[in-house]
């Protein structure tokens, strides 16, 4: 009843302030920027049960790239309850003031709530409430761990990182002339367990003989999973390569995406409380809402779901939308509205008031053989 957002996807503190920087050359003039790499870190998480609960237990929230260095640190806090289930929910955004502004609406925070949404926690027998504050902090990217490099392109394909910062793990003359690939193979990911919450990588070093074989392949870094491991180094140990010079250096990496983790449990409707008949009826819409899954949220397997009470135009539009409840994280309504107003009711009489709707976002099973 009232459930429309069933979502199928496959998986495969303060405001910033920022300087640009630049370097100057012996001819007077400025070479571009470094490259940096942006990472929200998280602090020890208090509780109301006193026990202090280590930082490491919530996974890195995604990096991502900048050219321009922060003034100052970002700060950004967080509230949460954590259950019996071990999992935070009722996630929310703590407001912030800094130099008399205070920061309500947490820009490039994006991969913070699902990263504390996947962590898990030790089971609590009484609910309680916890805080952890995320500090954003700025490293060269040629300076960067292979995991932070990695975790990088994991969020962002398109992220450039040259191959003298890939070369640092994967020294040799590999990158001075393009290798033509002749036949790439793939692991058999069916074969790797996922990670609920994160994902799996692998990151190879390898060679290439005269004749296009691989050989000499070497696993530089991983994020521990032995399976995907093997995987990896089979499949690019049976890859071949055009015909050319010996290289040496060459390097690929794989990951899988991450394990689901569901949607906390859903009470029924009725307890959020009564609404017109209408609301209901299973050919209401004139236009149908335009699903779209929260990017940051599907490459975490996230799931979750937001409890709307809004009314209806005589003309089928949507709005005055209220927030009744959003699990595991109030970050999901802001996508949910979005949802919800991309729809439209057949046009009927003097319009509705009071009708409540959960959207769910909801990732796909798979299959029995994957």
Known sequence: MGVFGAILLSLAGS??????????????????????????????????????????????????????????????????????EGRAKSIDFVKTELDGFIDTKPPYRQEIVPALAAARFEPVDEPVQCLVQFTENAIRMSEASLEQLIRLRIAARKARVSNEVWSR???????????????????????????????????????????????NITVVGSSGGDQLNTEVTEAVESSLHVDAEPRTGCWFYYYKGAGVIEEPERPDLETYGDQPEACEADDKWAEAPRLDYPRTYQRRGIEGWVVLQYDVAPWGEIGNVEVLDAQPARDLVQFAERVLTSGRYKVAGSGLSGCIERVVFKLPEKPADE
């Open 169 to 215: 793990f994967a020294p040799g003359n590999c990158t001075t002339k393009r290798l033509k690939t002749l036949r790439r193979d793939y692991p058999d990911f069916r074969k790797v367990d996922p990670i609920p919450g994160s994902n799996h990588w692998t990151f190879v070093s390898y060679d290439v003989d005269a004749q296009g074989a691989s050989e």
């Open 15 to 84: 405001q910033p302030f920022f300087v640009a920087t630049a370097v100057a050359t012996a001819r007077g003039r400025s070479s571009p920027p470094p490259a940096l790499i942006l990472e929200w870190q998280p602090g020890a998480i208090a509780c109301d049960d006193r026990i202090l609960r280590p930082a490491s237990l919530i996974p890195a929230p995604y990096p991502r790239r900048s050219v321009r260095m922060p003034v100052r640190p970002s700060e950004a806090t967080y509230r949460f309850t954590l259950g019996a």
